[in-house]
T-cell receptor, first 114, second 113 residues
Framework: GQNIDQPTEMTATEGAIVQINCTYQ??????LFWYQQHAGEAPTFLSY????GLEEKGRFSSFLSRSKGYSYLLLKELQMKDSASYLC???????????????FGKGTKLSVIP | ETGVTQSPTHLIKTRGQQVTLRCSSQ?????VSWYQQALGQGPQFIFQ???????GRGNFPPRFSGLQFPNYSSELNVNALELDDSALYLC????????????FGPGTRLTVT
């Protein structure tokens, strides 16, 4: 089975930097995803890490350490529109079906304040 | 917009009833995954369909079943509805069962009373 842990809520100021952490335990790690989900909407893909290190994409960066079972999402120059839930998800291989399964954490609700 | 559509948008059912939810995948995608997202929780994997066959299943009882059609659209059927089935049901499409990027539809909000 898998266990994914991330903070429930965070608050940060417009223009600031915020780091959302995610720790996981999994039997067959095959990649870690971050999704953004605004209230009442579908998740949208932000980043994917399968190797250790930092992946940068504009204002968003994601880091992975497989040996520590740890990832973080870094959001820079926060904007009000960044207020949303951020979901950490781990993929592992279902060897029986030959397919990947995605297991999500409960999400971190980020509130950006003026 | 991802090109993935779901219907209906909202649905209210009574405990014990049956429901069918529909999903049209993005053009060119042959894999559909279904997720259940309860309020305040992350999505939970129900099952995946690849080329019309079930290809992986999460920890959901058999009363959750599905279909995928030749055009790769998909249905999720839930029998004997329970109050705890109230949730947002999301489908996500991808190309191939190992594709890392899934595109989510807007979801169907199911309320069971």
């Amino acid at each position: 089975g898998q266990n994914i842990d991330q903070p429930t809520e965070m608050t940060a100021t417009e223009g600031a930097i915020v780091q959302i952490n995610c720790t996981y335990q999994t039997s067959g790690f095959n990649g870690l995803f971050w999704y953004q989900q605004h209230a009442g909407e579908a998740p949208t893909f932000l980043s994917y890490n399968v190797l250790d290190g930092l992946e940068e994409k504009g204002r968003f960066s994601s880091f992975l350490s497989r040996s520590k079972g740890y990832s973080y999402l870094l959001l820079k120059e926060l904007q009000m529109k960044d207020s949303a839930s951020y979901l950490c998800a781990v993929r592992d291989l279902d060897s029986g079906a030959g397919s990947y399964q995605l297991t999500f954490g409960k999400g971190t609700k980020l509130s950006v304040i003026p | 917009e991802t090109g993935v559509t779901q219907s209906p948008t909202h649905l209210i059912k009574t405990r014990g009833q049956q429901v069918t939810l529909r999903c049209s995948s993005q053009s060119g995608h042959n894999t559909v995954s279904w997720y259940q997202q309860a309020l305040g929780q992350g999505p939970q994997f129900i099952f995946q369909y690849y080329r019309e066959e079930e290809n992986g299943r999460g920890n959901f009882p058999p009363r959750f079943s599905g279909l995928q059609f030749p055009n790769y659209s998909s249905e999720l059927n839930v029998n004997a509805l329970e109050l705890d089935d109230s949730a947002l049901y999301l489908c996500a499409s991808s190309f191939g069962k190992r594709d890392y990027e899934q595109y989510f539809g807007p979801g169907t909000r199911l309320t069971v009373t």
